[in-house]
């Protein structure tokens, strides 16, 4: 049967651009009702209600656990629990996305989605994990390593029979987006130079945010007797580019794609963290994860490529970086991102 779905952080990049899929023809006709937007920034999710989705703002006493403070009282929490189950279940949700919000208290907060789920009676939970999060060092990469923990309190619930969320898991865990690259590269015209903390020779693999949505938005649709698709349910995927590419091969990559020459310079996490502090809107955890991840890849931890299950899922392969550098203009302060509908159809689409 068609799945109630609901995602959590629609206000961000990757839940935003789910919804964005799953509101588009190709997906559309397989919802069994309007799609649910949990958002912590609802100022950010205006299209998708305008293209049907049921918008839902997280509580106040969410946003309120999110602040150093962490001043939510018990009372405020209960009621906060209250709202969000009543939410799930209004829409009729048996389906969730399970995104961890770019916030500092990332871990708490998804820990209530997690037990407002149970409570909902949610029955299928894709949960968007990371890449390398296995490999990170609870000491000198604890966001990373938070996705372990957060990867426990779903699936947890698989070992309890009376927990309906432990029914139907699924986890995909994304690798370092390509769009972080531009994040990166809006100074490379004015220095003439891709500048990343990556090491000078150790790669990576990176992955283009449209092909992590169309991904999730194949594995939430999926029907099987038992919920989600039987060759999804239950499943880890780990899902990568199509090619590991070091710096300089990188700035190859672009030079072929879009005609423009760069050399690339290996910097410290210092300076990065500056670089996209002043370039970009980014939560500053956010940042500190993106840190993380170039951390692994200069110890080596990303040497590798996963892209079988995508491919089995998606019937296609990721996008090439050449492909995916095409999209883009040579203003690399502006992304532009490219998506591919379930019925095999380019879409491109501007993110500011």
Known sequence: MPHHIAITSADGQ????????LLSPGFASKLAGPLTCLSYNPEKTKDLEQAGAV????????AAADSKTKSATAAAAKKAHTALVTSLKDGKVDTLMLIPPAREAKVALTKQLVEA????????VLLLSAAGCDFADPKEQPI????IEIERMVMESKGDADVPLGHSPCILRAGLYAETLLLLAKRAQADGALRLPMGPTHKCAPVALGDVALCAATVLTGE???GFHDDHRGQLITLTGPILTAGDELVEAMKEAIGVELKFEDIKP?????????NSDVDPSEIEYLLEIFALARKGFLNYVSTTAFIALAGQKPQELTEFFKTYSDEFSRKRRKT?????????????
């Open 14 to 21: 990757t839940g935003h651009l789910v919804a964005e899929l």
């Open 224 to 226: 099987g007797k038992m």
């Open 270 to 278: 210092e300076e990065a963290k500056k670089m996209l502090t002043k």
């Open 117 to 124: 789920a149970k409570d909902a009676g949610v029955q299928n």
């Open 340 to 352: 591919t509908t379930a019925t095999g159809k380019a879409d491109d689409s501007n993110e500011e």
């Open 144 to 147: 990373l390593r938070s996705f």
């Open 55 to 62: 918008v839902v703002p997280m509580p106040s006493t969410a």
